[in-house]
C-alpha cells in the first residue's frame, strides 16, 4: 500500500479543499470539501457520497450514514460514535488518530484503507468485506468480524482484545507483529492467516479447545 500521508497538506488534493458548509444532507455529494473542527450530533447523512474529502478534529455523534461512499478520503482525530454505518464503501481512506466506539458497520466494503493509531471499540463489522486493509499502532477491542471477509490485511503494532471472528474467512491475512492476539471466539477462522510461533503457542490452547483436544498433565 502507498504511504499514507500523515498532514493535510501532504494530499494531492489539499489546494482545491473547500470548507464543508451547512450540515451534511442524505444522498448529499461531497467533492474536495474539507470538514474541520465540527460537531456532526445525530447526522442525517445515509447514501451521501464524499470524494476527495479532508475531516479533522471532527466528531460524529450517533446519527444514521448508512450507506455513504467514501473514495479517497483522509481523516486525522475524527470520532464516530454510536454511528450507523452499515453498507457503507471505503476506498482509499486513511484514518488518523481517530476512534470508532459501538459503531454499526456490517456489510461495509473497505478497499485500501488504513487506520493508524486508531481505537475501536465494539465495532460491529460482520459479513463486511475488508481488501488491503492496515490496523497500525491500533487498538482493537471488542471487535466483531463474524462472517466477515478479510483479504491482504496486516495489524503491525496493533492489540487484538477481545475480537470476534466467528465464520470469518480469511485470506493473505498477517498477524505477525500484532502486538497481541486476543480472539474470543472463532479462532478456527485463522486458516489462511499468518502468525509467528511467539503467536502460535499463545493460541495453542484456543487451537486445542476448537479441535476438541483434551491438555492433560500426566
Not at 3 to 24: K, M
Not at 122 to 139: H, I
Amino acid at each position: 500500500m502507498p504511504a499514507v500521508p500523515r498532514e493535510l497538506a501532504e494530499l494531492p488534493y489539499a489546494r482545491h479543499l473547500e470548507p464543508l458548509r451547512g450540515e451534511l444532507e442524505t444522498e448529499g455529494t461531497y467533492d474536495t470539501v474539507h470538514a474541520d473542527d465540527r460537531e456532526f450530533p445525530e447526522p442525517r447523512a445515509g447514501g451521501a457520497r464524499f470524494v476527495e474529502c479532508a475531516f479533522t478534529s471532527v466528531a460524529f455523534e450517533g446519527g444514521r450514514m448508512r450507506r455513504a461512499r467514501f473514495d479517497d478520503v483522509w481523516c486525522h482525530t475524527v470520532r464516530w460514535v454510536g454511528t450507523d454505518l452499515a453498507e457503507s464503501s471505503w476506498m482509499d481512506v486513511s484514518v488518523l488518530s481517530g476512534m470508532l466506539a459501538g459503531v454499526q458497520a456490517f456489510g461495509t466494503t473497505l478497499r485500501r484503507v488504513t487506520f493508524s493509531h486508531c481505537k475501536l471499540d465494539s465495532v460491529n463489522w460482520r459479513s463486511a468485506a475488508l481488501r488491503e486493509v492496515r490496523f497500525e499502532d491500533c487498538l482493537l477491542r471488542d471487535v466483531d468480524f463474524g462472517e466477515a471477509t478479510l483479504t491482504d490485511v496486516s495489524f503491525p503494532g496493533t492489540v487484538l482484545d477481545g475480537v470476534r471472528l466467528r465464520r470469518a474467512r480469511m485470506r493473505g491475512v498477517d498477524l505477525r507483529g500484532a502486538a497481541s492476539l486476543g480472539i474470543a471466539d472463532g479462532v478456527e477462522a485463522l486458516r489462511g492467516a499468518t502468525i509467528d510461533q511467539a503467536q502460535l503457542l499463545d493460541l495453542a490452547p484456543a487451537f486445542a479447545q476448537a479441535l476438541g483436544v483434551t491438555v492433560a498433565a500426566r
